[in-house]
């Protein structure tokens, strides 16, 4: 997925993919204007389509004609004054028609073999693309009562006041699935007012295709008894009603109206968008967190030494869904050289020596070897090293398969940008001296394979958002369907396509434990991350995204106080990244942490001086507070937000003190899930019983995929649709 602002285009890959959910923060949240004007170029006109075609493409203008990286293209017939936009029917089949390629016409590929002759013009401005505040507030559209060359609606972008202040730029480019949309401010043909924050622009939207999605969505919101639609801001439940009943979606003509340039518009008002946010569609056990043993334990998919389930899946350690064959699709698809036990081996070694990441040291856990079997059957004793290891007798099992879809970032814009992640989720087997198998859940490890899935586009995502959608239609509303081998093999179809090219796809792989200090050995729970290195291709560590070092900096830390003071802004809106390094009193510190020790009821809390917080909240900001005492004064919910809003976002405290979780979402022993993701309210880490949040996470990712699903997943509209109000930088 791509998104250009003013000629600025930025594409993810599994290496930059925490970078583009910071900078994709637009889905009504940042869009970055630059600093300089931009403008059209004259018509353009460098070939005629006498040879083999016409070729107008980019790289035959020279740079003073053309800007190296346009952000829109538009062509001409060459005599004539209708315009073609990127994404309108043109006369001819183009081969190429967009701002990267310019025009590609070709004589063979027409009915008539020869092409029309085209003019084209770019549109350049700065390819800066600056983290900056400037944020949508609204969007409104109406429907044109005559189109204009292929467009059919008009819309009219409204930008928040404050961030307004930012920029006096006037024009903007959305590229919605590679259609371009200008977006002017400048008192010209519909824009009403230069400079009054309503940016306009004309579009074209598929009323038949969004009537007939809009339907599909209906029916399924109409199994439901009661929906439930919920108000969240960010994480936090404020609101929650019954999504009210409508036997079909009908779009009501309000009124018409005349546009600044003359021409006629007609407000259209769509019953089902205008009953409130849509609410969860799926049984969220079908197709959100998938821990339900007639799937997860199912000997024809998956894997366990120690048959913990009951289910005969002892068996087969080379299961689709198994620990072993996960990793040998990693070793496979990296190039490694090495066998897959040598693979694996390497990966365990992390833990048998010291590693340093950002200059910090991750003390070995050497207890890790007893868990595990040689080729003769025995576990490992303390001090061995892990080359004998039977990789077809691993200790873990399949605790659940979760559907983070709700982590894709920029569904609106385009060819490239930030999808979401198929996750599998294992546990931790405990087994004796002798190889045999004790009772599960003594020591406790979880170890998270995090895909990034290949749908990356909008139109894949709105499609692999219905491919769940109907995956849960197959297991049925009350999942008495889910052991059916239809079932299991439409969710393999799913996760098929991150892992078979697994190191391709990994994000990270993540491990929570304490286990591996040894045996009967209770050391704190200790949080990692890894991932592929590029150069070797073998599983290394890495740093614990937006976690400071916790030793150091989780409590009474003034260098954490004046981060959270220097960024509250950033954090109050969810948009901050926490760096490697960060500068305090004249020296640079290492700061981003490599692992995270934690225990019962830890929260990162500093000594902010409230006179270094801003006085009001910026206009990005959404409150998590459900209820709240009398007493709290804007000075203590200012500082009550910027802790907690940080805080939640690091890996240790969202499992721990500020969602009222004990170490894992997914319990290792009964795949029981915590409450913050099935709903439960918590009293502030620090002011309790004056502040409280409420937090239901699947109930937030289920409406997150039905609006992925609906007509607003793609194009100009998604910024009024609830995915596109998610926070921009969770990883967790």
Same mark, same amino acid.
């Given at each position: 997925?791509?998104?250009?602002?003013?000629?600025?285009?930025?594409?993810?890959?599994?290496?930059?993919?925490?970078?583009?959910?910071?900078?994709?923060?637009?889905?009504?949240?940042?869009?970055?204007?630059?600093?300089?004007?931009?403008?059209?170029?004259?018509?353009?006109?460098?070939?005629?389509?006498?040879?083999?075609?016409?070729?107008?493409? !980019?790289?035959?203008?020279?740079?003073?004609?053309?800007?190296?990286?346009?952000?829109?293209?538009?062509?001409?017939?060459?005599?004539?004054?209708?315009?073609?936009?990127?994404?309108?029917?043109?006369?001819?089949?183009?081969?190429?028609?967009?701002?990267?390629?310019?025009?590609?016409?070709?004589?063979?590929?027409?009915?008539?073999?020869?092409?029309?002759?085209?003019?084209?013009?770019?549109?350049?401005?700065?390819?800066?693309?600056?983290?900056?505040?400037?944020?949508?507030?609204?969007?409104?559209?109406?429907?044109?009562?005559?189109?204009?060359?292929?467009?059919?609606?008009?819309?009219?972008?409204?930008?928040?006041?404050?961030?307004?202040?930012?920029?006096?730029?006037?024009?903007?480019?959305?590229?919605?699935?590679?259609?371009?949309?200008?977006?002017?401010?400048?008192?010209?043909?519909?824009?009403?007012?230069?400079?009054?924050?309503?940016?306009?622009?004309?579009?074209?939207?598929?009323?038949?295709?969004?009537?007939?999605?809009?339907?599909?969505?209906?029916?399924?919101?109409?199994?439901?008894?009661?929906?439930?639609?919920?108000?969240?801001?960010?994480?936090?439940?404020?609101?929650?009603?019954?999504?009210?009943?409508?036997?079909?979606?009908?779009?009501?003509?309000?009124?018409?109206?005349?546009?600044?340039?003359?021409?006629?518009?007609?407000?259209?008002?769509?019953?089902?968008?205008?009953?409130?946010?849509?609410?969860?569609?799926?049984?969220?056990?079908?197709?959100?967190?998938?821990?339900?043993?007639?799937?997860?334990?199912?000997?024809?998919?998956?894997?366990?030494?120690? $048959?913990?389930?009951?289910?005969?899946?002892?068996?087969?350690?080379?299961?689709?869904?198994?620990?072993?064959?996960?990793?040998?699709?990693?070793?496979?698809?990296?190039?490694?050289?090495?066998?897959?036990?040598?693979?694996?081996?390497?990966?365990?070694?992390?833990?048998?020596?010291?590693?340093?990441?950002?200059?910090?040291?991750?003390?070995?856990?050497?207890?890790?070897?007893?868990?595990?079997?040689?080729?003769?059957?025995?576990?490992?004793?303390?001090?061995?090293? !892990?080359?004998?290891?039977?990789?077809?007798?691993?200790?873990?099992?399949?605790?659940?398969?979760?559907?983070?879809?709700?982590?894709?970032?920029?569904?609106?814009?385009?060819?490239?940008?930030?999808?979401?992640?198929?996750?599998?989720?294992?546990?931790?087997?405990?087994?004796?001296?002798?190889?045999?198998?004790?009772?599960?859940?003594? $020591?406790?490890?979880?170890?998270?394979?995090?895909?990034?899935?290949?749908?990356?586009?909008?139109?894949?995502?709105?499609?692999?958002?219905?491919?769940?959608?109907? !995956?849960?239609?197959?297991?049925?509303?009350?999942?008495?369907?889910?052991?059916?081998?239809?079932?299991?093999?439409?969710?393999?179809?799913?996760?098929?396509?991150?892992?078979?090219?697994?190191?391709?796809?990994?994000?990270?792989?993540?491990?929570?434990?304490?286990?591996?200090?040894?045996?009967?050995?209770?050391?704190?729970?200790?949080?990692?991350?890894?991932?592929?290195?590029?150069?070797?291709?073998?599983?290394?560590?890495?740093?614990?995204?937006?976690?400071?070092?916790?030793?150091?900096?989780? $409590?009474?830390?003034?260098?954490?106080?004046?981060?959270?003071?220097?960024?509250?802004?950033?954090?109050?809106?969810?948009?901050?990244?926490?760096?490697?390094?960060?500068?305090?009193?004249?020296?640079?510190?290492?700061?981003?942490?490599?692992?995270?020790?934690?225990?019962?009821?830890?929260?990162?809390?500093?000594?902010?001086?409230?006179?270094?917080?801003?006085?009001?909240?910026?206009?990005? %900001?959404?409150?998590?507070?459900?209820?709240?005492?009398?007493?709290? $004064?804007?000075?203590?919910?200012?500082?009550?937000?910027?802790?907690?809003?940080?805080?939640?976002?690091?890996?240790?405290?969202? %499992?721990?003190?500020?969602?009222?979780?004990?170490?894992? %979402?997914?319990?290792?022993?009964?795949?029981?899930?915590?409450?913050?993701?099935?709903?439960?309210?918590?009293?502030?880490?620090?002011?309790?019983?004056?502040?409280?949040?409420?937090?239901?996470?699947?109930?937030?990712?289920?409406?997150?995929?039905?609006?992925?699903?609906?007509?607003?997943?793609?194009?100009?509209?998604?910024?009024?649709?609830?995915?596109?109000?998610?926070?921009?930088?969770?990883?967790?």
């Amino acid at each position: 997925m791509k998104l250009c602002i003013k000629g600025t285009c930025m594409k993810s890959n599994r290496k930059n993919a925490y970078l583009i959910k910071c900078l994709l923060t637009l889905l009504v949240g940042v869009i970055a204007l630059p600093a300089v004007a931009a403008s059209w170029t004259p018509w353009l006109d460098r070939d005629s389509p006498g040879g083999s075609g016409d070729y107008e493409h !980019l790289n035959g203008f020279t740079s003073k004609q053309v800007c190296s990286e346009p952000s829109a293209i538009q062509a001409r017939l060459r005599g004539s004054i209708h315009i073609i936009y990127d994404g309108s029917l043109a006369p001819d089949l183009l081969a190429s028609f967009s701002p990267e390629a310019g025009l590609v016409c070709k004589n063979n590929q027409q009915q008539d073999k020869r092409c029309n002759d085209y003019q084209v013009r770019f549109f350049c401005g700065s390819t800066q693309l600056q983290d900056s505040k400037l944020k949508v507030k609204s969007v409104d559209t109406m429907r044109l009562t005559e189109d204009e060359n292929g467009l059919n609606s008009v819309a009219f972008v409204t930008m928040t006041k404050e961030s307004l202040e930012l920029t006096e730029e006037n024009n903007f480019v959305l590229d919605l699935d590679s259609k371009q949309v200008l977006l002017f401010d400048d008192g010209i043909g519909k824009d009403k007012e230069a400079g009054d924050g309503i940016f306009t622009g004309l579009f074209f939207e598929d009323v038949k295709d969004a009537l007939a999605t809009d339907s599909k969505t209906l029916e399924l919101i109409n199994r439901i008894e009661k929906p439930i639609s919920f108000e969240f801001s960010s994480r936090s439940v404020l609101t929650k009603k019954v999504f009210p009943q409508m036997d079909s979606v009908v779009e009501k003509q309000l009124k018409e109206v005349t546009l600044a340039d003359g021409t006629t518009a007609i407000i259209v008002d769509n019953s089902l968008h205008s009953g409130g946010i849509l609410p969860g569609v799926v049984n969220e056990e079908n197709a959100l967190i998938i821990n339900d043993v007639d799937v997860i334990a199912d000997p024809a998919f998956t894997y366990d030494a120690c $048959n913990s389930d009951g289910t005969g899946n002892d068996i087969n350690p080379n299961a689709p869904w198994s620990f072993k064959t996960l990793m040998s699709q990693l070793n496979a698809s990296s190039n490694t050289g090495l066998t897959d036990q040598e693979f694996i081996v390497n990966w365990l070694e992390n833990w048998l020596q010291t590693n340093s990441v950002n200059g910090f040291s991750i003390a070995a856990r050497k207890g890790v070897v007893e868990y595990f079997k040689d080729a003769t059957g025995n576990a490992f004793s303390a001090n061995q090293d !892990l080359t004998n290891i039977d990789i077809d007798q691993l200790p873990f099992r399949l605790l659940a398969i979760v559907n983070r879809i709700d982590l894709s970032k920029s569904t609106a814009y385009g060819q490239s940008g930030q999808p979401g992640e198929i996750r599998f989720v294992f546990g931790l087997l405990n087994m004796d001296q002798q190889g045999g198998c004790q009772s599960i859940g003594l $020591n406790k490890l979880t170890v998270i394979f995090e895909y990034a899935d290949t749908a990356d586009v909008c139109t894949e995502i709105n499609a692999r958002a219905n491919q769940w959608i109907d !995956l849960d239609n197959i297991a049925g509303i009350n999942g008495q369907n889910r052991n059916t081998l239809a079932f299991k093999n439409a969710l393999k179809d799913i996760t098929d396509d991150v892992t078979i090219n697994g190191a391709t796809q990994l994000n990270q792989l993540r491990t929570n434990d304490f286990a591996f200090d040894g045996k009967n050995v209770f050391s704190p729970w200790q949080l990692k991350e890894f991932v592929i290195d590029p150069n070797t291709g073998l599983i290394t560590p890495d740093t614990i995204k937006q976690n400071p070092d916790p030793a150091l900096f989780r $409590n009474g830390s003034n260098l954490m106080a004046d981060y959270l003071e220097q960024n509250a802004g950033d954090i109050l809106c969810e948009a901050h990244v926490v760096p490697e390094q960060y500068s305090f009193q004249g020296q640079s510190h290492n700061f981003l942490g490599a692992f995270a020790d934690y225990t019962v009821g830890n929260m990162w809390n500093a000594p902010i001086n409230p006179n270094n917080l801003p006085s009001n909240f910026p206009s990005c %900001h959404d409150t998590s507070v459900t209820a709240m005492a009398s007493w709290v $004064n804007q000075s203590a919910l200012m500082q009550s937000e910027v802790r907690h809003k940080f805080s939640l976002n690091t890996c240790d405290d969202c %499992h721990s003190g500020e969602t009222d979780t004990n170490f894992v %979402h997914v319990d290792p022993v009964s795949r029981q899930l915590s409450g913050f993701l099935t709903g439960i309210s918590v009293d502030d880490a620090i002011m309790q019983g004056d502040i409280t949040r409420e937090f239901n996470d699947l109930a937030r990712r289920n409406q997150v995929l039905t609006s992925l699903a609906s007509s607003q997943a793609c194009g100009i509209k998604v910024l009024n649709s609830f995915h596109a109000l998610q926070p921009a930088n969770i990883v967790h």
